[in-house]
C-alpha cells in the first residue's frame, strides 16, 4: 500500500502505519484504500468509476448516476473499510425487498462494476463485493401466444397516437431493441436494398449492423412517411432526443384494451424470437434475425444470401402473426418485393 511521500511522513511514521494495517488485515477487515488518488469514501471510487470508465466508455452512464444515487447516496461518505460483505448484503436485500430481485441485483452490479475499476487503477487491495451472493432468478419467457395476437393488434389499432401505434408495430415488424427502433432515423435506411443500417453508436454490442427490412416493416415506413418527412427520425418526439423516447402511457393503454396486463416492450422482441423458432427457422436465422451479440454472429457480415434468408424468415414469422391478428389489425398496406 501506498502509505505517502517522504518527507511529509517520516520513515518511523511509515512503520506505525503498515504494523497498523497489519493488525488490520490480520483480524480479516477489509484494508482501506491505497491511497494513491486519494479515494478514502465510497464517494470517491464512484467519482473515479464515472469520469474514467462510465463517461468515456458507457452511453448509458447517467442511467448508473440514477441508478447510484438511489441505490448507495447515502453511502458516499461511508469509509472504504466499512463496506464489507455483510453490508453489501444487507442493502441487495433491501433492493431487493423493494424493488424487486431483479434490481437487486443490478444494485450489487454496480458496485462490483465500481470496485473493479477502482481495483484495477490500484485505488483498493480487493473487492468486498466477490463472494456475496446474487438473487436467483427464472429467466423471464413471456411472449405473445396466439390466443392473445388479435387483442394485442387490436388495442394498438386503438391508440390515438399514431407515432406511438407505427412505433410499436416496427417493434413487431423488425424483433428489434426499444432504443435502437425508437432512434431509428431515415438516414439509416435503404428502402432499395431493403435494409435498415445501424451504426456503432446505437447498436448495443457498439458495432454497426445490418436488420433486412420484411414487408410489413416497409409498410409502416410508408405510412410513417407522410407523418414525419420532415424530421431526420423516423419517430420523432418533442423530448431532448429529438426522438419518441417513453411508450409507457401507450403500453398502459395497449395493456388495459388488449387485456394483457403483463406484456412487456421487450416481450415482442421475444415473440419475434419465440414465433420464428416455433416456425422451424434454425438457431442462427433467429439470432441473425435479432441482432443477438454472439461471438459466432456477426450481423454486420451478412452476406446477400443470408440477409434474403433472414427477410424470408421474418416475412414468414409476421404472417403468421398477422394470421391471428384477423381483421382487427392496424390497416397497412403491404405491398410484396417484385
Not at 198 to 210: E, G, L, T, V
Request: aromatic share 8%; with cysteine.
Amino acid at each position: 500500500m501506498r502509505l505517502g511521500r517522504w518527507p511529509e511522513i517520516t520513515v518511523d511514521q511509515a512503520r506505525k502505519l503498515a504494523r497498523k494495517h497489519v493488525g488490520t488485515a490480520a483480524e480479516g477487515k477489509h484494508l482501506p484504500t491505497s491511497g494513491k488518488l486519494g479515494k478514502e469514501k465510497l464517494g470517491g471510487l464512484w467519482e473515479h468509476y464515472l469520469e474514467t470508465h462510465a463517461k468515456p466508455h458507457k452511453r448509458t452512464w447517467k442511467r448508473d448516476e440514477r441508478e447510484f444515487d438511489r441505490w448507495f447516496g447515502d453511502w458516499k461518505l461511508k469509509p472504504i473499510s466499512a463496506i464489507t460483505r455483510g453490508a453489501i448484503a444487507k442493502r441487495v436485500a433491501e433492493v431487493g425487498d423493494k424493488h424487486g430481485k431483479y434490481q437487486g441485483n443490478k444494485c450489487r452490479a454496480l458496485l462490483s462494476t465500481i470496485f473493479g475499476v477502482a481495483l484495477s487503477d490500484g485505488l483498493v487491495e480487493v473487492n468486498p463485493v466477490v463472494g456475496t451472493k446474487r438473487f436467483d432468478l427464472n429467466p423471464r419467457q413471456r411472449y405473445l401466444k396466439p390466443a392473445e395476437v388479435q387483442s394485442f393488434f387490436n388495442a394498438v389499432g386503438q391508440l390515438h397516437n399514431e407515432t406511438a401505434k407505427h412505433f410499436f408495430l416496427m417493434l413487431i415488424a423488425t424483433g428489434q431493441r426499444r432504443t435502437a427502433v425508437a432512434g431509428m432515423q431515415w438516414g439509416e435506411l435503404d428502402i432499395e436494398g431493403r435494409l435498415w443500417n445501424i451504426p456503432a453508436d446505437r447498436s448495443k454490442s457498439k458495432k454497426p449492423f445490418s436488420v433486412p427490412l420484411g414487408d410489413f416493416a416497409l409498410a409502416v415506413l410508408k405510412a410513417r412517411g407522410a407523418i414525419a418527412a420532415t424530421s431526420p427520425f423516423v419517430f420523432p418526439g418533442r423530448g431532448k432526443a429529438g426522438h419518441y423516447n417513453d411508450p409507457k402511457a401507450s403500453l398502459r393503454r395497449i395493456r388495459d384494451l388488449s387485456g394483457i396486463d403483463d406484456v412487456t416492450v421487450h416481450d415482442l422482441r421475444r415473440t419475434i424470437g419465440s414465433w420464428a423458432s416455433q416456425g422451424g427457422l434454425s438457431l442462427r436465422v433467429v439470432q441473425q434475425m435479432l441482432a443477438h451479440s454472439d461471438p459466432r454472429v456477426t450481423a454486420s457480415t451478412y452476406t446477400f444470401h443470408e440477409s434474403e434468408n433472414i427477410r424470408a424468415g421474418l416475412n414468414a414469422t409476421i404472417d403468421k402473426l398477422l394470421e391471428h391478428a384477423g381483421d382487427d389489425r392496424p390497416k397497412l398496406t403491404v405491398v410484396r418485393a417484385g
